[in-house]
């Protein structure tokens, strides 16, 4: 995987897939699109049914996407099954969730897969992508928890992992453990943080770790990376946001926006002599 950041181009994660209109996020056709805007890397969601399935599906979201007030975890798979997702015009879309085997063999062979939202079933997960053979294409991703470290070192699974660090001290209890770590997703809320500091960044890079940093904009709360986000860059200029990310040396930008970002990447490294 780091490997793939080494030509010193920055590589995108599509959010949730590229989605909007009747394209719903999390599904097979919101990934496809991603791949077709210029997408690198797929991040998805996923969730455990009562049955024990696994849908694509970021949790929490139940009432907005799929119109119920219940958990999917408390639901079985064919209670799933049946739900249809509410499109952008807050309309029935005729489509359903997908669950995450489809997923795998849809996008083998076409695209990195970073799993993000699935710690709460940490044990089946691992278990699960171990059984499809994802070894090679699958990131999995999680807080810094030393349960969540234990299980994964205990596991004795090679899955590619990439914890999700909020401080120099979370990244140096990931160290402690024996997990496949081929990168880090930094979240700061500003640039003076300890954690994208020049020695910072490159002690990274001289470990062969790529670095993940999110441009999403999830909000008026969030703050993921000091403040420099897809809203930004396109409402104020792709330097002074998507341009700082990238000069601070990250390696992938997770976007909502991935054929804006591609196109900004393509200009900027002609602009630099780099093709």
Request: aromatic share 10%; proline share 2%; glycine share 8%.
């Amino acid at each position: 995987m780091f490997e793939m950041c080494q030509n010193g181009q920055t590589r995108i994660a599509a959010h949730r897939g590229t989605f909007g209109g009747n394209i719903i996020q999390n599904t097979i056709a919101a990934f496809d699109n991603a791949l077709l805007h210029g997408a690198d890397i797929i991040e998805l969601d996923v969730v455990l049914s009562k049955d024990g399935v696994f849908y694509i599906f970021h949790d929490g979201y139940e009432k907005e996407v799929l119109g119920i007030d219940q958990h999917l975890k408390h639901l079985t798979s064919a209670q799933i099954d049946q739900l249809v997702c509410t499109n952008a015009f807050e309309q029935a879309s005729g489509v359903g969730l997908s669950r995450l085997e489809d997923v795998l063999e849809h996008l083998r062979g076409r695209a990195l897969i970073n799993v993000d939202r699935s710690w709460h079933d940490w044990k089946e997960i691992i278990a699960f992508l171990d059984k499809h053979q994802a070894h090679d294409f699958c990131m999995l991703k999680s807080p810094v928890h030393p349960q969540l470290l234990e299980h994964l070192a205990a596991s004795k699974s090679n899955l590619m992992y990439v914890p999700i660090v909020k401080s120099v001290e979370e990244y140096h209890l990931v160290r402690e453990y024996d997990v496949n770590l081929v990168g880090v997703e930094l979240i700061f809320g500003s640039l003076e943080d300890a954690l994208v500091q020049p020695t910072m960044m490159k002690h990274f890079k001289d470990s062969q770790l790529f670095t993940w940093v999110n441009a999403i904009d999830l909000g008026k709360k969030y703050n993921l990376s000091a403040h420099l986000t897809d809203t930004g860059a396109i409402t104020e200029g792709f330097d002074q946001h998507w341009g700082k990310l990238i000069d601070l040396g990250f390696d992938i930008l997770q976007t909502d926006w991935p054929m804006l970002l591609r196109s900004y990447i393509l200009t900027r490294n002609k602009g630099k002599g780099n093709v």
